[in-house]
């Protein structure tokens, strides 16, 4: 109303210099509309409608646009956002800016003390908030990834019950040896039939049949079966969806300008509900006794018999986010870690032949896996996995809402409502960071000599996760990062034993697609052989 009658009120005014017969209500109206456009564009000529200037980060901000600021750059890079980040990133240094309709200001923050204080020292101050709700509250609920406050610190308590040493044991001759086998079995059929196998696709799926099956009691066997995955393929739709909302701040809009578009993020979601129902339906009248005694509780149990306070328990509704959260937690990420792994190994020959040696002094022979060996005994192994997740994080950027004016310690200020985003993908990429070679493939840089360690390439040294976030860092650091490393150290080792990879014939070096993780924009298409020791 305020904005009708302000738009009056210049039609008004404008108007009176018009001749009588153009000063019609319309005609005023208009008028009016075009006078305050005007204004605005000289209010906001660089910045997006509604956003305060910052004339102190003036040399760090990409030229914007009137009242939309750097929203088209945005979206014309939306595919290829992560190397576009890199050359602002480049260009700008590490602290940058940019404005987008709706959305506000947004304050990249890319350096390991700056993202301590956010993710840990003041933490408080930052959060998931609207930037998640607004655009994912019909995609994820209530779950994990779109909470703060209680309700995340609810979530993570419960689901933590399930991350213990015991339950890791359990999985490294269990399920993950399982599915390393059943993987073998799609290599051999493929070259039995003298094809080639898409690892990314064979992957995913090898990781969504685990995480199903330990998590919510559920046999998705999409590795054992060819053709569409169901499940899989409507999550891999959301994924690309939700950064598309994330990056397009009119989404809402222009969903209903694409025919079918709607329907298909319905129809997605109704597949991910009805197979989230499925497995709670079937859970609710379940008897956890086995002829073997009683079954070992996973999630969906815990998360079923928790009680408020009020004696209450989760509704279905709340138990199908809690399904949703973890599946996108569990499942692209491990998969994709595995896929830029693979591509690493082949395009680096020298790192897939010490880690063979390395698992072949450790080891020995045996398939016998344990897990203390896993974490402890295997640093080349581990180390070739963290410096592909270092390179190609599975979630290569991420953001936070300040819900207070605050000032970083380099003295930058955040005002109230500013997004402070980082993206792991660029601090791999810089040398103030890494070094010189921060660009190139060195698992060497996680090792340290050390004469008392079974392995012959030492010790493996952590980082600091605020240097290193790609399990994120602080109080929300991922809870799966020790059944993603073992699920991907078991299943690697398995294979890289039996098989030898190579990539297709003039296969294109991969690039990044543009979605909340990171997977490959083509295929890793692989020629697998058996190999002859
Ligand atoms: C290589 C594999 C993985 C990577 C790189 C990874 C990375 C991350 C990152 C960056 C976050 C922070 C996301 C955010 O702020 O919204 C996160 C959170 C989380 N991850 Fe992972 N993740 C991996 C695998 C897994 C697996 C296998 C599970 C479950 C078994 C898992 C469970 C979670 C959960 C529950 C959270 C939310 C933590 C919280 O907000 O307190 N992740 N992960």
């Known amino acids: 109303m305020a904005f009708i009658t302000l738009v009056r009120m210049l039609g008004d005014l404008v108007g009176a210099h018009l001749p009588v017969y153009q000063q019609s209500a319309t005609s005023k109206f208009f008028t009016g509309a075009f006078a305050l456009l005007v204004f605005a564009i000289f209010k906001y000529p660089d910045r997006a409608i509604f956003v305060r200037p910052r004339p102190d980060l003036k040399g760090q901000a990409p030229r914007g646009y009137p009242l939309v600021g750097n929203m088209l750059e945005i979206i014309w890079n939306r595919e290829n956002q992560l190397d576009a980040y890199l050359e602002t990133h480049k260009r700008y240094g590490p602290v940058f800016t940019k404005t987008v309709p709706i959305m506000g200001r947004y304050i990249a923050i890319n350096t390991p003390h700056l993202l301590e204080h956010i993710l840990k020292n003041n933490m408080d101050n930052y959060v998931k908030g609207y930037l998640f709700s607004h655009h994912l509250r019909d995609i994820l609920g209530h779950g994990i990834f779109v909470s703060d406050g209680a309700q995340w610190r609810f979530h993570r308590k419960t689901a933590s019950n399930v991350f213990t040493t015991r339950f890791y044991r359990s999985l490294v001759n269990g399920a993950f040896k399982s599915g390393a086998e059943e993987l073998c079995r799609v290599f051999d059929r493929n070259i039995a039939r003298g094809t080639m196998v898409d690892l990314q696709s064979l992957f995913s799926r090898l990781t969504l049949d685990a995480f199903g099956k330990l998590t919510f009691g559920m046999d998705f066997q999409s590795l054992s079966k060819d053709g569409p995955n169901e499940f899989g393929d409507a999550f891999d739709f959301l994924a690309v969806e939700f950064d598309a909302r994330v990056t397009n701040p009119f989404w809402f809009l222009t969903d209903r300008l694409i025919p079918g578009k709607v329907r298909r993020v319905q129809k997605a979601l109704e597949i991910l509900d009805s197979y989230a129902q499925q497995a709670i339906t079937k859970r609710r009248c379940e008897d956890r006794t086995t002829a073997e005694g009683p079954r070992t509780r996973d999630m969906l149990d815990f998360f079923i018999n928790y009680r408020f306070e009020d004696g209450t328990a989760m509704d279905d509704e709340a138990l199908r986010d809690v399904f949703k959260n973890f599946m996108i ?39 016998e ?55 792991n993908y660029c601090m791999a990429r810089s040398t103030d960071i890494w070094g010189e070679d921060a660009e190139r493939f060195v698992p060497e840089r996680w090792l340290v000599e050390d004469s008392a360690a079974l392995s012959p390439f030492g010790r493996f040294r952590m980082e600091s996760t605020f240097k290193f976030p790609s399990f994120n860092a602080g109080p929300r650091i991922c809870l799966g990062q020790t059944f993603a490393t073992i699920e991907a150290l078991v299943t690697t080792i398995y294979v890289v034993r039996r098989y030898d990879f190579a990539l297709a014939p003039n296969h294109p070096v991969p690039k990044p697609k543009g979605s909340v993780t990171i997977p490959m924009m083509e295929e890793l298409k692989t020629r697998v052989s058996h190999r002859h020791t």
């Open 329 to 367: 937690a569990g499942r692209d990420t491990t998969a994709q870690g595995l896929t830029w792994m693979f591509y690493h190994l082949m395009a680096n020959p020298h790192a897939l032949t010490n880690l063979r040696k390395e698992v072949a002094v450790v080891m020995g022979d045996s398939d």
């Open 369 to 423: 896996f344990e897990y203390e060996t896993l974490t402890q005994r295997l640093p080349y192994a581990k180390a070739v996995f963290y410096e592909t997740l270092r390179l190609y994080p599975p979630v290569p950027k991420n953001g936070k809402v300040a819900l207070e004016d605050d000032i970083l310690p380099d003295g930058t200020r955040i005002d109230k409502g500013d997004i402070v985003v980082f993206s």
